[in-house]
């Protein structure tokens, strides 16, 4: 069983940065694919980013691409992302997500989330 628990979101103004982190507890995220996801008020919840289990490929929304960093730290048991250029459309709640195989299927089949952390980027 995975639990995961984020932490870094908060208020920032457009055009800042913010440092999500997503760690697992009672295992690594060895052999787990891992993403970020996140939905905003009356939206539906969307793909951000994602690493496959290897930690080696990414993938990212086109609305994140050149501005977002997914990345795996602290020997396999927290995943981050870094947000840069930060957008007030950016505004969210983020959620952390893991499951096991090479990457994550559908957001209907994932099994693991973290319980969200919000992120508000002002004008």
């Known amino acids: 069983q995975v639990q995961l628990v984020e932490s870094g979101g908060g208020l920032v103004q457009a055009g800042g940065s913010l440092r999500l982190s997503c760690a697992a507890s009672?295992?690594?995220?060895?052999?787990?694919?891992t993403g970020w996801f996140r939905q905003a008020p009356g939206k539906e919840r969307e793909f951000v980013a994602a690493?496959?289990?290897?930690?080696?490929?990414?993938y990212y929304a086109d609305s994140v691409k050149g501005r977002f960093t997914i990345a795996r730290e602290n020997a396999e048991n927290t995943v981050t992302l870094q947000m840069n250029s930060l957008k007030p459309e950016d505004t969210a709640t983020y959620y952390c997500a893991a499951d096991r195989g090479t990457v994550l299927g559908p957001m209907n089949r994932i099994n693991f989330w973290g319980q969200g952390t919000q992120v508000t980027v002002s004008s």
């Open positions: 009672g295992r690594a995220f060895v052999r787990y694919a």
């Open positions: 690493l496959s289990w290897t930690g080696e490929a990414t």
